[in-house]
Each structure stands twice: as C-alpha cells, then as structure tokens.
C-alpha cells in the first residue's frame, strides 16, 4: 500500500511538471520535473525517506 502511494506521489509530481510545461509555465515545469527526478531517484535508491519505513 506505501509502496502504491509512493508511486502516485511520483508520478503526480511528473504529471504536474507536463501540465505546466505544455500551459505554458516554464520555470514551475523545470522546478516540478527537477523535484520529481529527485524523488524518482530515491525511490528507486531505496532511500529511507522514500520507502515509508519499508525495508528492503
């Protein structure tokens, strides 16, 4: 169930990111897509901020 919100969690920033770029608002799409890469990145790390208490 974490696991599933965390994947929402990424994948909402990333569609922000889009929706920001495609209406025209350049700086929050580069800000919403740099965050997403960071968060992407530590899940896929397994970071313990991102696993939710989970562990490996």
């Given at each position: 169930?974490?696991?599933?919100?965390?994947?929402?969690?990424?994948?909402?920033?990333?569609?922000g990111a889009l929706t920001a770029?495609?209406?025209?608002?350049?700086?929050?799409?580069l800000i919403l897509?740099?965050?997403g890469g960071t968060l992407l990145g530590m899940a896929l790390r397994g970071h313990r901020y991102m696993s939710f208490g989970l562990s490996r």
């Open positions: 169930m974490l696991q599933m919100i965390r994947d929402v969690l990424v994948e909402t920033v990333f569609a770029l495609v209406l025209g608002h350049g700086v929050i799409g897509l740099a965050v």
